[in-house]
């Protein structure tokens, strides 16, 4: 594009010039349509930083950006920001070091915290560990202030100030992060503990030492670090053999990389840099097992060292030795001198105005204001970007194209604040004045210092202050601005209100009118407008302050579906002065979220002044004011009327009480006027193992841990380019169910779009179908779409960006039909998919259930609703397909679970046999279920194109993308009826459970199998008849999600028994103990339970660990002393089954080991590893067998080449299944090793075996298999003598949990969870926790949180972080204590190594955060008078709990739904 030449003669055209990792760079030329993230992964080696969402949600793409603080107080401090670079703009680097997580550590040589987070379990699958490591570099960083060289970190710091609010992560529960980060609390810098308060020196020449950490907090310290820029306490080594990072992978110039550019080295480590020390190095992975083995490192079978086996690698070190049940960890120590330093030459930088771009897209960053207003002047439809949070989220997302855009940021006089010094006069202060780009980070601790200088009268700071720490997450609050939010006019802004509230105004300038104010008052003008000028930006915004002697309170709140990182779904602003007879004398409340813009409840306002505050008239007339005022109807757009309106009115209930409390007018409940705070975390795990054997039973961290946390583990869209590779994207219904009238893809071809594109017509119509169980589905639309999101077609192009232009571009006509969501339209409509099962027990089985029904002394019905739940897991589903001409095979590189369903399905689509189909994965970024069946779609798709034009394929999915097309948790609706004794013995249970498969079978009818097969949870009900339905929409095809129909099912178990302890008025552990299962009697599907039931065993244990009748008796007297602050607790109990249910031939598995003559192993097994540590245990399991160290073995990957007919890894059977196989081949070789241990002895290293064995030519490469027995079930027989059993074992658990609740907005907190598991003999206790903790939380959210919303047109509206929210590091329980069942002996257990499967079962136990939070508001009805019963349906969100209350100000802000008015939102259970 030409610009104009009055700008070019400012702005030249020049290379972008900053470092990347202690690297020079220069970038000539880049795509001016790249963000930060684009430029970071297109650079070899750099694949660390991920894209988990592209909109600032996830945290995954997280970078430190280190820069110069220009601000006046800290003028030329480094500062270190932690920046989601998926939204960075490229021009903003320019003059600054961007450090990723490559830079500061590799796998040989980790930083300390990506060592402490390998080792303290932090990462599993490891998608979101890059991000997270970075966000705590910044926070670690920014702890150490060289000057006064001080390091300052406390738990408050690393819990309590957002540092980690912009990250997710979906496997660890948080939990072994926060652990990880708080080490450096109690670092040992020059000796001293730094916590508390208390502060360490430490000097540029302190002493490093490795430091011994336990989870008590004891430090001792002793020698070198080993730092990557090297260590005090290092000899002198040569300079130079490893980049500046550390890392050989640094950004070289590359060679088929699009752009120009040119590097210069420059070292800015302040250490010489030194390659670690080679007799060191062990490789976790096993790599450097083939060097000679050295004789001095021995081991026996008891543990004790042997000849030539190696013993004492890096990966043997990083298992801990349990101390009085706490693990005891040596770290390499943290010294804040081997960081890598601000660059020197990024001092003296050339602050320049520039410009980049080609002819459809120009950046320019001006330097200057003036030079800003001459670009507006001459362009007034330039696009001003600052933090661009708010510009990029419309390019990416609503196809926004800006031709101009101006990068702002970097121009000092729109970035600084009026400082108020300490010899200021604080009482001649009437303004204060914010440039308009000011980070909010900085904003945010602007208002906090003074806020608490100036007292009451800088409310209005601690208000603003208030909002920004729950504003986003860390990472954009250190690159947004206000003058961002203001100009976006979105009617849930956070500070706009605030900015009304109080009066503030704002400067505008432009060239031609110079300076002018704006009245926040009046500066909305509809939705998303303002009155400002096109050609004007926002300099400054002018906050006044009230007269020093004025009787002034302002207060802001905010109420959204999370606390941390979560858009509101009403905020508020409030000011009042009063005279001195407390007369209102100015009032100002402003809301977002109840209009289409921020709103002044004029009317209110009006009705308030001159009320005499302190009196109960003023709440009532306000209160009823902004009942009438606010008049929402009940398909209000964003939905939620009865909430919003609630709220609305709710706060400022609160806010007379807090100006009450603040001014001392008179006495207030202390519970109205505080929020619910959320305080330190801690917990533990009880690490107590008596089965530990050498190798199995070990907590030994996840193999690829360390390799995670240095961004060195790849995944799918990891993988090096591949010649003349595409990149597809697929071409999405838009409508939920319509006819295809017409698909014209002729505008997305050509150039710079797509080179092609495959549909219907590119395969034979009977491959176009695709399902696990049945195929009823079409990989491409055949003449009508079924579901919003469906794939039509899918386009590919030389670049993603191209083929999503291109995809974008497609015109289809459609002709809408009409469109079934819900269970119950489905019901009515008489949508099902053939089902039909049912279980029958006792009575039902003789049709004599009516009988049954007469003889139960009461009989409850009720219905109850669980929503469904999308797996967010952090990498979305992703294919790369490489087609090989020579022998017409595929290589398809796929985000699966599933490896035989991909190479089956890809056979189909290309028309060559599985032979010819290599279907792999080496790791996933989580999965849950969500990648058993469902990559098969995508993986297929680039398979037609691969195949089409004989070049690789590649995608990931965008997130939207992906939550639309691969489906979710089932929601699922039960209509019950329980009968019972008047003591509340169960009798009978008669059940229709539906579920809502979506538009097409997938698994539904084998969830609703496990969801039948759950419905009794752990009570035994003689009497049951259980009918399962699959009913058909037009949502997304639902599919499995880890509990697969359980947690659902023991969810309806757990409602009914309520209904029936509440119905009777019996204690419901007292229900619960009455109807515990005992050994021997029979479940509804006729499985005995057997002698390994432990649930009782398990309720008793924790019970009196957990204290729970004193808490139980303590939260009673809370409660009744507490009016608007609710506790409650509950002790649940779950027995999960084990096995493939019904598909028995599942449940089978193989194994390859070979063993090489250099006595490394390569083990294969039809597992896949999506962080759940499944390679690791294998390992275990292979290592044990054939009494080898565990880095003796290697699993490079999961390939049908290797492993025939692979089960799906799921069911929680991965390691009984694998590990069974793995045994078996194990055997073999023992037995063929046997003459040769016997010859060498029996603990003879590998090596001397192996290589004696191959001279006297024997097989060392051996095949396992297992099939699971005594499994077996039959649908409909009712035979107890014939049947099978369903489940191989049950594993089981209890957990209690202690919550509060907000009265008046639903928010809460988790005060306490305990878990207590059977897991049998643990083969790596570590990673079961783990286990156990991620899966609690992800039920947390699925209970509590998760909410997945549809537009009446079939539309998914949830299809981002933004809207659709999992549980943060803040919505942990605060206290979390683990431990496993102790004290017995299983008699049945004939799984591997004795453990059971525990990936799924602890899910459930996350609805006793539900049932205590149910307790917290039956303790509020109560009060309110409420008698009928509650029906309380997951997730139980913030809404739904305010909803149940049963209060006055709900009565005044109930929204009834009028005649044919539809909500705006539909959930479909
Ligand atoms: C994940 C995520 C979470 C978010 N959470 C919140 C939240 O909790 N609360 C909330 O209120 N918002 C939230 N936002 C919205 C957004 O972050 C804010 O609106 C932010 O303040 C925008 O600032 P920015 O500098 O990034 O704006 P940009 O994206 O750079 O710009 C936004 C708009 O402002 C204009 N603009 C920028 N500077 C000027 C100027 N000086 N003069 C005139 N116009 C200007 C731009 O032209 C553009 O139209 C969130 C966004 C994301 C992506
Ligand atoms: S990818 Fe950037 S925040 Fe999710
Ligand atoms: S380890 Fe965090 S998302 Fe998997």
Request: include cysteine; glycine fraction near 8%; charge should be neutral.
């Amino acid at each position: 594009m030409e610009l104009d030449p009055s700008i070019t003669a400012v702005f030249k055209k020049t290379p972008l010039e900053f470092y990347l990792n202690g690297t020079r760079i220069q970038l000539f030329d880049p795509n001016p349509q790249w963000t930060l993230l684009d430029f970071i992964r297109s650079q070899h080696g750099l694949k660390g930083t991920k894209l988990g969402c592209g909109e600032g949600g996830c945290g995954a793409c997280t970078v430190v950006i280190q820069t110069l603080d220009t601000s006046r107080e800290r003028s030329g401090r480094v500062k270190h920001l932690a920046v989601n670079a998926c939204l960075f703009p490229l021009i903003g680097v320019v003059g600054k070091h961007i450090i990723t997580v490559e830079g500061i550590g590799n796998s040989e040589n980790p930083h300390p915290l990506q060592e402490r987070m390998a080792k303290l379990h932090g990462s599993q699958c490891g998608f979101c560990t890059p991000g997270i490591v970075m966000s705590l570099y910044a926070m670690i960083r920014n702890s150490y202030v060289p000057a006064t060289k001080e390091f300052r970190l406390r738990e408050s710091d690393v819990e309590l100030e957002g540092h980690l609010d912009g990250n997710l992560c979906r496997c660890t529960g948080y939990k072994p992060i926060l652990q990880a980060a708080k080490t450096f609390i109690t670092e040992n810098l020059k000796g001293k503990i730094v916590g508390s308060g208390e502060t360490a020196e430490v000097s540029h020449d302190s002493e490093c030492s490795e430091i011994s950490y336990t989870s008590e907090g004891a430090v001792k310290s002793n020698f070198s670090c080993g730092r990557p820029g090297g260590c005090c306490k290092d000899p002198p080594k040569t300079a130079g053999k490893s980049s500046p990072s550390g890392k050989s992978s640094s950004p070289k110039r590359s060679e088929d990389s699009s752009e120009t550019r040119s590097i210069e080295r420059s070292s800015t480590s302040e250490s010489a840099i030194s390659s670690p020390d080679e007799s060191d190095s062990a490789s976790i992975s096993g790599t450097t097992y083939g060097k000679p083995i050295k004789s001095n490192e021995k081991q026996s079978s008891d543990g004790t060292p042997v000849e030539g086996t190696k013993i004492g690698s890096q990966l043997d070190a990083s298992v801990p030795k349990i101390e009085h049940g706490v693990p005891q960890y040596d770290f390499a120590c943290y010294s804040p001198n081997t960081e890598l330093l601000f660059p020197p030459a990024l001092r003296k930088f050339d602050q320049n105005p520039l410009f980049y771009g080609n002819s459809t897209h120009v950046w320019l960053r001006p330097v200057t204001l003036k030079q800003l207003l001459l670009i507006k002047d001459a362009y007034p439809s330039a696009k001003v970007v600052g933090g661009a949070s708010e510009v990029q989220v419309e390019v990416r997302f609503k196809n926004s194209s800006f031709p101009i855009s101006i990068y702002v940021s970097d121009i000092e006089e729109l970035r600084e604040i009026d400082i108020v010094s300490n010899d200021v006069d604080l009482d001649t202060i009437y303004e204060v004045v914010l440039g308009a780009n000011t980070s909010l980070t900085d904003v945010e601790a602007f208002c906090r210092d003074l806020s608490r200088r100036l007292g009451q009268r800088g409310s209005v700071l601690e208000a603003i202050r208030k909002q920004l720490r729950y504003f986003a997450g860390r990472q954009i609050r250190n690159v947004a601005s206000l003058a961002g939010n203001i100009a976006t006019a979105s009617p849930i802004s956070d500070i706009n209100p605030v900015l009304v509230a109080c009066g503030a105004f704002l400067t505008a300038q432009s060239k031609s009118r110079v300076k002018f104010n704006l009245e926040m008052p009046t500066f909305f003008t509809g939705y998303r407008t303002t009155t400002l000028p096109d050609d004007a930006v926002i300099t400054h915004i002018h906050i006044p302050l009230p007269p020093p002697k004025a009787i002034e309170i302002t207060k802001a709140y905010k109420q959204s579906k999370r606390k941390d990182d979560d858009i509101a779904i009403v905020t508020a602003a409030f000011r009042v002065r009063l005279d001195d007879d407390g007369l209102v004398s100015e009032i100002s409340l402003v809301y977002g979220g109840m209009a289409p813009k921020t709103v002044a409840a004029t009317s209110t306002m009006k009705a308030l002044l001159g009320k005499q505050w302190h009196s109960s008239t003023t709440l009532d007339s306000g209160t009823a004011a902004l009942a009438q005022e606010f008049d929402l109807n009940f398909g209000v757009p964003g939905g939620m009327p009865t909430y919003r309106k609630t709220l609305a009115i709710s706060l400022f209930f609160r806010f007379w009480h807090e100006v009450i409390a603040d001014l001392k007018l008179g006495k207030v409940d202390p519970d109205l006027i505080t929020e619910v705070h959320r305080g330190i975390s801690s917990g533990s795990r009880d690490n107590h193992n008596p089965h530990e054997q050498k190798i199995v039973g070990k907590q030994i961290p996840h193999i690829s841990a360390l390799k995670q946390n240095t961004g060195e583990a790849q995944y799918v869209d990891d993988m090096p380019p591949q010649d003349r590779e595409l990149y597809g994207v697929m071409v999405l219904s838009s409508r939920a169910h319509a006819k295809l009238v017409e698909v014209d893809w002729s505008p997305a071809l050509g150039l710079g779009l797509a080179m092609g594109y495959v549909d219907k017509n590119s395969i034979p119509k009977e491959a176009n179908l695709w399902g696990s169980v049945v195929k009823d589905e079409p990989f491409f639309a055949d003449g009508k779409v079924f579901s919003h999101g469906q794939p039509i077609g899918l386009v590919y192009a030389e670049t993603a960006l191209r083929a999503q232009a291109a995809a974008r571009a497609v015109r289809i006509v459609y002709e809408d039909l009409p469109v079934i969501l819900t269970i119950d339209e489905a019901i009515e409509a008489g949508s099902f998919f053939k089902h039909g099962k049912m279980l029958k027990k006792g009575a039902a089985i003789e049709e004599r259930m009516e009988d049954v029904w007469e003889k139960c002394e009461r009989v409850f019905e009720g219905t109850t609703r669980i929503g469904g739940q999308e797996h967010f897991y952090l990498e979305t589903n992703a294919a790369l397909v490489i087609p090989n001409l020579e022998d017409k095979t595929f290589e398809v590189w796929s985000s699966t679970q599933n490896t035989m369903e991909t190479q089956e399905f890809v056979s189909q689509v290309t028309g060559v046999p599985s032979h010819r189909v290599d279907a792999r994965v080496k790791r996933m970024g989580g999965a849950f279920g969500g990648k058993e069946s469902r990559s098969v779609q995508l993986a297929c798709l680039l398979a037609v194109a691969a195949k089409k034009e004989g070049r690789p394929m590649r995608c990931m999915l965008n997130r939207d993308e992906d939550m639309m097309t691969t489906g979710q948790r089932h929601p699922i609706q039960s209509r019950w009826k329980v009968g019972c004794t008047s003591n509340g013995k169960l009798i009978a249970l008669e059940a229709d459970v539906y579920d809502n498969a979506g538009f097409s079978q997938d698994m539904s009818g084998a969830v609703m199998d496990r969801c039948c097969t759950h419905l009794d949870n752990c009570y035994e009900i003689p009497n049951v008849l259980i009918r399962g339905h699959v009913c058909k929409t037009n949502t997304h095809s639902n599919t499995a999600f880890r509990g697969f129909g359980g947690p659902q099912a023991m969810f309806i178990t757990e409602s009914y028994m309520t209904a029936v302890a509440e119905g009777l008025h019996i204690p419901i552990d007292e229900l619960r103990l009455r109807n515990l299962y005992k050994e021997g009697q029979l479940t509804p599907f006729l499985q005995k339970i057997d002698q390994d039931w432990h649930i009782p065993l398990l309720v008793s244990q924790i019970h009196q660990e957990a204290n729970y009748d004193a808490r139980l008796a303590s939260i009673q007297k809370f409660n009744a002393s507490h009016k608007w602050r609710k506790r409650g607790i509950s002790m649940i109990p779950t027995k999960f089954g084990l096995s493939f249910a019904t598909a028995l031939h599942l449940n089978q598995a193989g194994a390859s080991v070979k063993i090489y003559a250099d006595g490394s192993i390569l083990l294969h097994h039809g597992g896949t590893e999506m962080g759940q540590g499944l390679y690791t245990k294998m390992v275990q399991v292979a290592a044990q067998e054939l009494n080898v160290p565990i880095d003796a073995i290697f699993t490079p990957d999961s390939t049908t080449y290797q492993i025939a007919n692979a089960s799906p890894t799921a069911a929680s059977s991965g390691s009984d299944l694998n590990g069974m196989a793995i045994k078996d081949a194990c055997d073999q070789l023992n037995e063929r090793l046997a003459p040769f241990r016997e010859k060498f002895g029996k603990d003879a290293d590998m090596k001397t075996l192996a290589h004696a064995a191959y001279l006297e030519r024997v097989n060392l490469s051996a095949n396992g298999f297992w099939k699971m027995p005594r499994i077996g079930y039959t649908w409909g027989n009712y035979n107890i003598e014939t049947q099978k059993p369903m489940y191989y074992y049950f594993t089981q658990g209890v957990a209690i949990s202690e919550v509060e609740l907000d009265v008046l907005t639903g928010s809460h907190t988790v005060l306490r969870t305990d878990i207590k598991m059977d897991i049998g003999r643990s083969i790596n206790p570590a990673i079961d926790y783990g286990q156990i903790e991620g899966a609690f939380v992800q039920g947390l959210g699925l209970y509590t949180m998760e909410e997945s919303l549809w537009t009446q047109d079939g539309k998914l509206a949830t299809t981002g972080p933004g809207t659709y929210k999992i549980p943060g590091f803040s919505d942990i329980p605060q206290e979390f204590n683990v431990s496993f069942l102790q004290g017995v002996e299983w008699g049945h257990l004939r799984s591997i190594q004795s453990s059971k499967g525990v990936g799924e079962p602890p899910l459930f136990l996350g609805a006793s955060v539900l049932f205590a939070l149910r307790m917290a508001v039956m303790s509020a009805r109560k009060d309110n008078g409420v008698n009928e019963p509650l029906v309380l349906d997951s997730p139980a969100t913030p809404e739904r709990l305010r909803l149940a209350v049963g209060d006055e100000i709900l009565k005044m802000g109930t929204v009834v739904q009028r005649e044919g008015e539809k909500g705006f939102f539909v959930t479909v259970a």
